[in-house]
């Protein structure tokens, strides 16, 4: 058990049953694909609700008095999902910074989690959004710097689309960075969107970070991000989200 902002105690039990939320949700799955080595890297965890409503409906119902336990319980509901799909690569799992007020007690849920319904702690990523403005960025180098000791993955989602990215980057380097959609959507028709691509892709190289480029709709798009030396895929050219299961994978022939 442990203790909430308001000094309530929340356990991974108490987050799969919903406690304190007024509104129910589940989870979609999207592979994040190796096309070198011809498999499945990733599977992200996606927030949909019960009758399969979109993330943004979801998010929407999200504030300052339910933030942390929402927080909480996407974990627990992403690793129970993923245990009973027998999911054998990574997981990746979406969080809210601005909800981790103590890594180290916000992340003993996620760890009681995998211990319940038996899911390698070190098969788990956690994707910070470069989307969602964060006021105090020492304490989410913090969090990223203790989830990485305690043998978890991290990642900045939407690199190049906020607020944190480069300057983050600057002082702490997560072991993932996830290329904004938006840089990628017709990058084989735009001269400028291949040269920013281009230098975020040296940076990480150079930094020793792994990038994956999501939101790949197409072959062309796909073929010119693999000659900037790109391996990691995301995107509705290999599969669609799968509500509460795996998707059929395309174009990954072995």
Avoid at 106 to 134: D, H, K, L
């Amino acid at each position: 058990m442990r203790e909430t902002q308001n000094h309530e105690t929340i356990g991974c039990a108490e987050c799969t049953k919903g406690v304190g939320l007024e509104f129910d949700f589940t989870m979609a799955f999207q592979p994040i694909v190796n096309t070198t080595s011809k498999e499945v890297f990733a599977q992200e965890a996606l927030v949909r609700g019960m009758n399969e409503e979109p993330a943004g409906e979801i998010l929407g119902r999200i504030n300052d008095g339910n933030r942390y336990r929402f927080d909480q319980a996407c974990r627990v509901e992403a690793v129970q999902l993923a245990a009973k799909l027998n999911i054998q690569s990574f997981i990746s799992i979406n969080f809210l910074p601005n909800a981790v007020y103590n890594p180290e007690s916000c992340i003993r849920t996620t760890i009681e989690a995998a211990e319940t319904f038996g899911f390698p702690t070190n098969r788990i990523i956690f994707e910070v959004t470069e989307g969602e403005q964060v006021t105090d960025h020492v304490h989410l180098r913090e969090v990223l710097q203790y989830y990485r000791k305690r043998g978890f993955l991290t990642a900045i989602d939407d690199f190049g689309a906020g607020y944190a990215g480069l300057n983050l980057l600057a002082d702490f380097q997560t072991d993932l960075v996830k290329l904004d959609m938006g840089l990628i959507r017709n990058i084989d028709q735009i001269k400028s969107r291949q040269a920013i691509v281009k230098g975020m892709t040296q940076v990480c190289n150079d930094l020793g970070i792994k990038v994956i480029a999501e939101g790949v709709e197409t072959y062309e798009e796909l073929s010119i991000l693999q000659s900037f030396g790109i391996e990691l895929f995301q995107g509705f050219y290999f599969a669609k989200p799968k509500f509460q299961g795996l998707a059929t994978i395309n174009n990954l022939q072995k």
